[in-house]
T-cell receptor, first 110, second 113 residues
């Protein structure tokens, strides 16, 4: 079973617009991670946010975490065609495995 | 590029056959995790190897087995293939046992006919 749930499942926006994806989870976390996947290839790590952090930035990416609501969001500002991909949130379960949601498929239209 | 490599990139097998997938971890990493990703789904954890020992297993039957070698490269073996085993198989390496950030290879796409 998958712990996280991304919302929306699919998102289509115009180039230059901002894209926001949300992730909810069920149990407590030490950290939450966001990954990107292009066209069914390997996953690329984007950002890790710890449970004692509320916001983290990396370039055009901003991740927020609300542990009281058990939710996180990923914001991509000034989107580009190359941002077209699937985005996954994941939490570490135990000391071993990443538990992924089903992902958000983001399409950036030129 | 993460430095994690997988082979082969694509594979076609028939039901009942056996398959071996290979993964070379990133330099300096001693932990390898394997994931199965069905079409349109998120990756599902199969198992993890740390210093040649299995270090956790997901909800997969025993016909999914693995190995890790002294150089920390790894193999995933699947026996008695079923149609539902068709998926993208991802290998990820990390620096510590259950490391926080895992670095993924490009995957092996397996089709079982």
């Amino acid at each position: 079973s998958q712990q996280g749930e991304e919302d929306p499942q699919a998102l289509s926006i115009q180039e230059g617009e901002n894209a926001t994806m949300n992730c909810s989870y069920k149990t407590s976390i030490n950290n939450l991670q966001w990954y990107r996947q292009n066209s069914g290839r390997g996953l690329v790590h984007l950002i890790l946010i710890r449970s004692n952090e509320r916001e983290k930035h990396s370039g055009r990416l901003r991740v927020t975490l609300d542990t009281s609501k058990k939710s996180s969001s990923l914001l991509i500002t000034a989107s580009r065609a190359a941002d077209t991909a699937s985005y996954f949130c994941a939490k570490i379960q135990g000391a071993q495995k990443l538990v992924f949601g089903q992902g958000t498929r983001l399409t950036i239209n030129p | 590029e993460t430095g994690v490599t997988q082979s082969p990139t694509h594979l076609i097998k028939t039901r009942g056959q056996q398959v071996t997938l290979r993964c070379s971890s990133q330099s300096g990493h001693n932990t390898v995790s394997w994931y199965q990703q069905a079409l349109g789904q998120g990756p599902q954890f199969i198992f993890q190897y740390y210093r040649e020992e299995e270090n956790g297993r997901g909800n997969f039957p025993p016909r999914f087995s693995g190995l890790q070698f002294p150089n920390y490269s790894s193999e995933l073996n699947v026996n008695a293939l079923e149609l539902d085993d068709s998926a993208l198989y991802l290998c990820a390496s990390s620096g510590e046992r259950g490391g926080e950030t895992q670095y993924f290879g490009p995957g092996t796409r397996l089709l079982v006919l």
